[in-house]
């Protein structure tokens, strides 16, 4: 069983930025595929970026260059840094992992882009 917690979110005027983080209960297995997924208020939830073992990343068209995605083996921990963001990256933020081929979810953060 993996737990994931993320935090980092809150409210930021468009063109800021913000690095949301997302600590596991456990080691990140080099195997593992991490990511971070959005939902906005009556829409679907999509994925924003993932990074699979390898480090081999891909991001969603709408955050390309914007959006960075990265973790850190040692303190068992993912990262969203987020750019230049935009009232449509208003969302609730979900970690996500994959092990073995099972999803594990945080409760996710909200973040929300507003002046």
């Known amino acids: 069983q993996v737990h994931l917690v993320e935090s980092g979110g809150g409210l930021v005027q468009p063109g800021g930025s913000l690095r949301l983080s997302c600590a596991t209960s456990?080691?990140?297995?080099?195997?593992?595929?991490t990511g971070w997924y959005r939902q906005a208020p009556g829409k679907e939830r999509e994925l924003v970026a993932r990074m699979f073992n390898g480090g081999r990343t891909n991001y969603a068209d709408s955050v390309k260059g914007r959006f960075t995605i990265s973790r850190d083996y040692a303190k068992n921990m993912v990262y969203l840094q987020m750019n230049s963001l935009k009232p449509e990256d208003t969302a609730v933020y979900y970690c996500?992992?994959?092990?073995?081929?099972?999803?594990?979810w945080g409760q996710g953060t909200q973040v929300t882009v507003s002046s």
């Open positions: 996500n992992l994959v092990r073995y081929g099972v999803d594990y």
């Open positions: 456990g080691s990140i297995f080099s195997n593992d595929h």
